[in-house]
């Protein structure tokens, strides 16, 4: 039983490293400054990539409508849906309302 023990517990760490590789390989192919990535554990990074979908399915890639928005306004860009579900919010909002993206 310790042996059978031990396996399992060497499974689940190396269910966990592997984990921790796709967040971090997914994290890496998000819009989102290095410094706020830092910040965001597993289930943030799940939302910004969601949104992140959802936003190139609205409009196409969002790198693009950032930097176009963020020149034709003085503020920042914030996108919600009819359900008021929070789907975007520009990098700018850090200068306006200091609150990270």
Do not use: W
């Amino acid at each position: 039983t310790e042996k059978r023990k031990e396996k399992s517990r060497d499974a689940a760490r190396s269910r966990r490293g592997k984990e921790s590789e796709v967040f971090d390989q997914l994290g890496q192919c998000l819009p989102v400054a290095p410094s706020t990535l830092a910040q965001l554990d597993k289930a943030s990074i799940m939302r910004v990539a969601i949104s992140h979908l959802r936003l190139r399915k609205l409009f196409g890639f969002q790198d693009k409508m950032d930097s176009f928005y963020s020149k034709a306004v003085e503020g920042f860009l914030l996108l919600v849906t009819s359900n008021g579900d929070l789907t975007y919010v520009s990098e700018s909002v850090s200068l306006h309302l200091g609150l990270t993206q």
